[in-house]
């Protein structure tokens, strides 16, 4: 009986190998393409109960938004925050009046916890912004230190020094503040800016901006000629 030649023995052995390697490459195709129908299948199911709740929510909306204006009339903010981020989930950010309800409950944290703006920096501000995280936003808030409102100047008060910061998540943008007034028109630009003003009552208007969106502040201030019994004690 003739022997197999070591070419056809070699053939064989190649053959079987191709054989195992296909069979494991089969089982391994075969075990992937179970495993991404088994996701897709667990993807959909997924979706479609992420559906049914939202379908759920807003068929009920109108009695969350009831439940949340009666808790912002009675200020549990903490509890409308978390029901605002579930109108922000379902894409219903802007319902009724919803953008003016979270940019005041913004505006109060701000104010309550900065003791209204005097002592404001930008980390303070990038801090309470994450915290209070009703919405991302790229809102610019301008705020005006001095003058205070109401406040009376003689004109021997000049210059008198305009104060205000503007400040987004972005950074401060104090710099760029444009202040105006009713009576004298543009009065310069910058964080810090002293100014000569017309006897009169002013409005005064700062304006800022981070390049998307603007903010404002006003204030108000009277000036007023040097009464004659103070003639004496100005220097001239």
Not at 185 to 205: C, N, P, Y
């Amino acid at each position: 009986m003739a022997m197999p030649s070591k070419k056809t023995t070699y053939s064989i052995q190649v053959v079987v190998i191709l054989a195992i390697f296909f069979f494991v490459l089969f089982n391994l195709v075969f075990k992937l393409i179970i495993d991404l129908r088994s996701e897709s299948l667990k993807k959909k199911a997924e979706q479609i109960e992420k559906d049914r709740i939202k379908q759920e929510f807003i068929a009920h909306i109108d009695d969350r938004y009831a439940q949340l204006l009666k808790l912002y009339a009675a200020k549990e903010y903490e509890k409308v925050i978390e029901i605002i981020k579930v109108f922000n989930k379902y894409e219903k950010s802007d319902y009724k009046n919803l953008p003016e309800i979270k940019k005041e409950i913004r505006l109060f944290y701000l104010k309550k916890k900065l003791d209204f703006i005097p002592k404001i920096h930008l980390d303070d501000y990038m801090k309470l912004s994450k915290d209070i995280d009703i919405v991302e936003d790229d809102s610019t808030e301008v705020f005006i230190r001095t003058p205070r409102y109401g406040q009376y100047f003689y004109t021997s008060d000049f210059p008198i020094l305009l104060e205000g910061v503007a400040l987004s998540i972005a950074g401060d943008f104090s710099d760029g503040i444009v202040w105006t007034s009713n009576i004298d028109g543009v009065l310069g630009k910058g964080g810090k800016i002293e100014v000569r003003l017309s006897i009169g009552e002013h409005q005064i208007t700062a304006t800022g901006t981070n390049g998307v969106t603007t903010g404002t502040m006003k204030t108000r201030i009277y000036i007023e000629k040097d009464p004659d019994f103070l003639k004496k004690y100005i220097k001239k």
